[in-house]
C-alpha cells in the first residue's frame, strides 16, 4: 500500500454531536482512509474523549479506519484499555488502528490527579508488554515494578492479529520502545528534517533487536490550510507553538497555500520515511472545517494516494 491520507482534529469545532457525524458522513464517502482523535483527559478546550469516540465511530462508519493520535497509555488501566481496544476492533470488523505514546511530563493531567510523571517510561513499557499480550495470549501472567497479572485473559479478542501497536514520541526511549514493543511510529508536530533521523534510528534499532516493523508502517502528523500564512487559524497555531520550548519553526511543518503546496509538504514526509498521515486541518469554525476537508478530498487525496509510499529500507 502506498501513500494514505487521515483526517483529526486539533480540537473540537462542531456546537453539536450532529455536525461532528455530517464531518464524519464525509470523510467516510469521499475516501478518507482514517480518522484520528487526540487524547486530552483534561482541558478547558474541546476533546472527544478518545476511546469512547472510536467505539462510537465503529457502529456508525462501515469503511473508515480509525486511530488515536496518541493515547497517553500511563493514565489508564491496561487491563481496561486491552478490553477497550479489543471490543471496538471486534465491533468495527478489524478498523482500530491504536497509537500510544507515554505523555508529556508537563500535561496538566499529572497535577490534576495528584500523579507524578516520573517514571513514566518505564510503566508505559510494561503497560504496553500487557496489551499486546492480552490481545493475542490464552493467558497472561506478568510480574512487574508496576503491574502484577495472573492469569489474566480476555474475550473477544481483536479481529486483527496482530493488533496494530503503533508508537509515538521522538526520544531515544520512545525509539527503543517503538523497535521492542511497536508495529508502526507516528510522528507528531515536527518537520521532515526531524523526522528522518528517527525513523531511521528505529530502523537501527530494529535490527538490534532482531525484529523489523512494515516500511509503510511510518506515519506523520500535518497541520494543513487551504490559504494564507495570515489567516488567523494559521497564526493561533504558530503562536501557540512559539511558546514551547525547543519548538520547530511552524514553516518547517505546516502545509499553507494551495493544494501543490500541501502536496509537496506531504512528499517530503515521503522522502523522510513516511507513507500514512494525519491531517489536521486549521480552520476557524464548524463551517471552515467542513471546507478544508472538502477541498483536500477533491485536490490533494487523489494524487496524495497515487504516490507511490518510501522504499523498505
Given at each position: 500500500?502506498?501513500?494514505?491520507?487521515g483526517l483529526?482534529l486539533a480540537?473540537?469545532?462542531?456546537?453539536?454531536?450532529?455536525a461532528?457525524?455530517?464531518?464524519?458522513?464525509?470523510c467516510?464517502?469521499?475516501?478518507?482512509?482514517?480518522?484520528?482523535?487526540t487524547?486530552?483527559l483534561?482541558?478547558?478546550?474541546?476533546?472527544?474523549e478518545a476511546?469512547?469516540t472510536?467505539?462510537?465511530?465503529?457502529?456508525?462508519?462501515?469503511?473508515i479506519?480509525?486511530?488515536?493520535?496518541?493515547?497517553?497509555?500511563?493514565?489508564r488501566?491496561?487491563l481496561?484499555?486491552?478490553r477497550?481496544?479489543?471490543?471496538i476492533?471486534?465491533l468495527?470488523?478489524?478498523?482500530?488502528?491504536?497509537?500510544?505514546?507515554?505523555g508529556?511530563?508537563?500535561?496538566?493531567?499529572?497535577a490534576?490527579t495528584?500523579?507524578?510523571?516520573?517514571?513514566?517510561?518505564?510503566r508505559?513499557?510494561?503497560?504496553l508488554?500487557?496489551?499486546?499480550?492480552?490481545?493475542s495470549e490464552?493467558?497472561?501472567?506478568?510480574?512487574?515494578r508496576?503491574?502484577?497479572?495472573r492469569?489474566?485473559?480476555?474475550?473477544?479478542?481483536?479481529?486483527?492479529?496482530?493488533?496494530?501497536?503503533?508508537?509515538?514520541?521522538?526520544?531515544?526511549a520512545?525509539i527503543?520502545?517503538?523497535?521492542?514493543?511497536?508495529t508502526?511510529?507516528?510522528?507528531?508536530?515536527?518537520?521532515?528534517?526531524?523526522?528522518?533521523?528517527v525513523?531511521?534510528?528505529?530502523?537501527?534499532e530494529?535490527?538490534?533487536?532482531?525484529?523489523?516493523?512494515?516500511?509503510d508502517?511510518?506515519?506523520?502528523?500535518?497541520?494543513?490550510r487551504?490559504g494564507?500564512?495570515?489567516?488567523?487559524?494559521v497564526?493561533?497555531?504558530?503562536?501557540?507553538?512559539?511558546?514551547?520550548?525547543d519548538?520547530?519553526?511552524?514553516?518547517?511543518?505546516?502545509?499553507?497555500?494551495?493544494?501543490?503546496?500541501?502536496?509537496?509538504r506531504?512528499?517530503?514526509?515521503?522522502?523522510?520515511?513516511c507513507?500514512?498521515?494525519?491531517?489536521?486541518?486549521?480552520?476557524?469554525?464548524?463551517?471552515?472545517?467542513?471546507?478544508?476537508t472538502?477541498?483536500?478530498?477533491?485536490?490533494?487525496?487523489?494524487e496524495?494516494?497515487?504516490l507511490?509510499?518510501?522504499?523498505?529500507?
Open positions: 500500500m502506498g501513500v494514505r491520507l483529526g480540537t473540537l469545532p462542531f456546537d453539536d454531536g450532529a461532528f457525524w455530517r464531518w464524519v458522513r464525509l467516510e464517502e469521499g475516501g478518507v482512509d482514517s480518522l484520528w482523535q487524547d486530552r483534561v482541558t478547558r478546550e474541546g476533546y472527544l476511546m469512547s472510536m467505539a462510537a465511530l465503529a457502529g456508525a462508519t462501515e469503511r479506519k480509525f486511530g488515536m493520535n496518541a493515547v497517553t497509555v500511563t493514565l488501566d491496561p481496561v484499555l486491552a477497550q481496544c479489543a471490543t476492533d471486534f468495527s470488523g478489524g478498523r482500530l488502528l491504536p497509537v500510544f505514546g507515554i508529556a511530563a508537563f500535561a496538566p493531567e499529572w490534576a495528584g500523579r507524578d510523571p516520573k517514571g513514566r517510561g518505564e508505559a513499557n510494561e503497560a508488554e500487557l496489551l499486546s499480550r492480552l490481545w490464552e493467558r497472561v501472567t506478568f510480574e512487574g508496576h503491574f502484577t497479572y492469569d489474566a485473559t480476555i474475550s473477544p479478542r481483536p479481529v486483527q492479529q496482530p493488533l496494530p501497536l503503533w508508537i509515538g514520541g521522538h526520544s531515544k520512545a527503543r520502545r517503538t523497535a521492542r514493543l511497536g508502526g511510529w507516528l510522528a507528531g508536530l515536527a518537520s521532515p528534517d526531524r523526522v528522518a533521523p525513523i531511521r534510528a528505529i530502523r537501527t530494529l535490527e538490534t533487536v532482531g525484529r523489523s516493523i512494515d516500511a508502517h511510518y506515519g506523520a502528523t500535518i497541520p494543513f487551504f494564507s500564512w495570515d489567516d488567523s487559524a497564526q493561533r497555531l504558530a503562536g501557540a507553538r512559539a511558546t514551547q520550548k519548538a520547530p519553526d511552524p514553516r518547517a511543518f505546516l502545509a499553507v497555500g494551495d493544494a501543490a503546496a500541501v502536496l509537496e506531504v512528499r517530503e514526509y515521503v522522502a523522510a520515511g507513507s500514512k498521515f494525519v491531517m489536521l486541518p486549521l480552520a476557524s469554525g464548524a463551517a471552515d472545517v467542513f471546507e478544508q472538502r477541498q483536500l478530498i477533491a485536490e490533494v487525496m487523489p496524495a494516494n497515487a507511490p509510499g518510501p522504499p523498505a529500507a
